[in-house]
């Protein structure tokens, strides 16, 4: 009727910038949800740093900690939210729509992405001058892989959504996803110290990786090639999940 | 403005050639050929579940075909070209509950590629259209249910597209507004749009222009209000179904 043929093309900026508007309007309208995704992992350090009253101590755990976190809450939001777009009918409309599904993913990347950036700042401010955690150079390293650990949890939560058929199997999956990979990360016990079997696991499991190279930013002065090593990996992780995403987000469903 | 293919009554809009759905092992569309005329009302009417809303999504393209072709504004459907030029309402509003009426109408909006001034003139059309004034920074989640199911169709006529396809549009709605919805659809139908309505309620048969009769997954009938009522000789459109379903029911299929 408009006389006007939209070619479809793979990826449009526009549409995953229309996208991360959105999610972020909604998230506006829910400031309960905002605050708690910024100052859950904040609060959580406080927490920590009165648990582990020692400064020594602290100073090896909180780093490690600092990368966990954010992968987990960004890991439910993710999930739950695409779920509950599923539910509620606006991911078929969509899918009815000119919008490609990575301008899809790209918007929900975007917008997360921009929420953990907010989530790690607060986090990492906290930590560094009320908590005084000290490190051995700059806080960018830190700050840089905690983004990439709140990106992957994104990540990983958009691909497990697929799995969930409700809301309430979504929710699950934070416990069934990544409880063993907190479990087998590094962070109760040292990878270097469990059996064979469970260091296979550990090494196949991404959030092991976010310890990694958190423990080795308090180790050393400067960025090391083991660090790059350990992003390196924390990103094939979260493109491997995003391509998981987008093949699981089906047009045409039985 | 219109193209030759979109209709005028000039030919079919939507044809299928030997439609078969299964989903689960079950035969949900049962082997249908069929074609919609260009430019009318057509309704799609029979009991729930019995295969409606699985023929509405194959024509959107977001069904899994098993087998057969269906042919949509010339194009198979499904093909991205047609996401710009067929609405597309389910049932459930499929519009987020935590945005306002605005922030939904421009999303979606922007999705069918409408942008600036074109964009703003859009969705004031259809908020004038579908009687939505004044509500645009309420949030949908405070809608009444009448005004939700009118969101979900400002959603579809957004883009002012050659074929639409609603599914359910009016039930459970009030009687006032069911009238102005049918006349709106039929002033759609003037200015050359093709309808595709699907309904269980029978009373609604006679305000389409022609009639798609199913029962599961098969046609009964495919004809006029008019013509079905002489064929079957029978009083209303409610009696004719009963007629066209009860030799089917006798004989009992595999």
Redo the contacts between chains.
């Keep these: 009727?408009?006389?006007?043929?939209?070619?479809?093309r793979a990826f449009s900026p526009?549409?995953a910038g229309?996208?991360a508007?959105?999610v972020l309007?909604?998230l506006r309208?829910?400031p309960r949800t905002i605050a708690m995704m910024v100052a859950v992992p904040a609060v959580l350090m406080i927490l920590l740093r009165y648990v582990v009253s020692d400064s020594l101590v602290l100073n090896r755990v909180a780093p490690e900690y600092i990368g966990v976190f954010p992968f987990v809450i960004m890991f439910i939001v993710a999930a739950i939210t695409t779920q509950r777009e599923r539910a509620?009918?606006?991911l078929?409309?969509?899918?009815?729509?000119?919008?490609g599904k990575l301008d899809l993913l790209a918007g929900y990347g975007i917008a997360f992405g921009l929420m953990a950036c907010v989530q790690v700042a607060l986090v990492l401010v906290v930590s560094l001058t009320w908590l005084g955690v000290t490190l051995p150079g700059s806080a960018v390293p830190m700050a840089v892989v905690a983004v990439l650990d709140a990106v992957l949890g994104m990540a990983c939560g958009l691909f497990a959504s697929a799995f969930a058929r409700t809301e309430f199997q979504a929710v699950q999956f934070m416990p069934a996803f990544v409880l063993p990979q907190a479990l087998l990360c590094g962070l109760i016990v040292s990878r270097d110290h469990m059996t064979p079997v469970l260091r296979w696991l550990s090494d196949v499991l991404p959030l092991s990786y976010a310890v990694d190279a958190m423990q080795r930013i308090t180790a050393s002065a400067s960025w090391t090639s083991a660090i790059s090593a350990d992003v390196a990996i924390i990103l094939a992780f979260t493109v491997a999940a995003l391509i998981g995403g987008a093949l699981t987000l089906r047009?045409?469903?039985? | 403005m219109k193209s030759a293919e979109s209709g005028d009554g000039a030919g079919p809009v939507v044809s299928g050639q030997d439609l078969v759905v299964r989903r689960g092992g079950q035969l949900v569309l049962d082997d249908l050929t069929f074609s919609i005329d260009g430019g009318k009302v057509t309704g799609l009417l029979g009991p729930s579940g019995c295969g409606k809303t699985t023929l509405m999504r194959v024509l959107v393209g977001v069904q899994t075909v098993t087998a057969g072709t269906v042919t949509v504004l010339g194009l198979p459907a499904g093909h991205p070209r047609l996401r710009a030029r067929v609405g597309y309402a389910t049932q459930a509003p499929a519009v987020y509950p935590d945005l306002t009426l605005g922030e939904n109408l421009r999303y979606f909006g922007t999705v069918l590629g409408l942008r600036g001034r074109r964009l703003t003139e859009a969705i004031a059309t259809v908020v004038a259209r579908l009687d939505l004034g004044g509500l645009d920074r309420r949030l949908v989640a405070t809608f009444s249910g009448g005004q939700l199911a009118r969101v979900g169709l400002a959603v579809a006529l957004l883009n002012r597209p050659d074929l639409l396809i609603l599914d359910e549009p009016t039930v459970g709605l009030d009687p006032v507004l069911r009238r102005d919805l049918w006349s709106l659809f039929h002033g759609l139908a003037a200015d050359g749009t093709s309808l595709l309505v699907s309904s269980h309620v029978m009373d609604e048969a006679a305000r389409c222009d022609t009639l798609l009769f199913m029962r599961e997954g098969r046609f009964l009938a495919e004809a006029s209000p008019a013509e079905i009522l002489k064929r079957t000789g029978a009083s209303d459109l409610e009696s004719a179904f009963l007629a066209l379903a009860s030799p089917e029911r006798s004989a009992v299929r595999q």
Aim: hydrophobic share 35%.
């Design positions: 009727m408009n006389g006007e043929i939209t070619v479809s526009a549409l229309a996208t508007r959105r309007t909604q309208h829910d509620r009918g606006t078929e409309r969509l899918m009815a729509m000119p919008l047009r045409r469903t039985p």
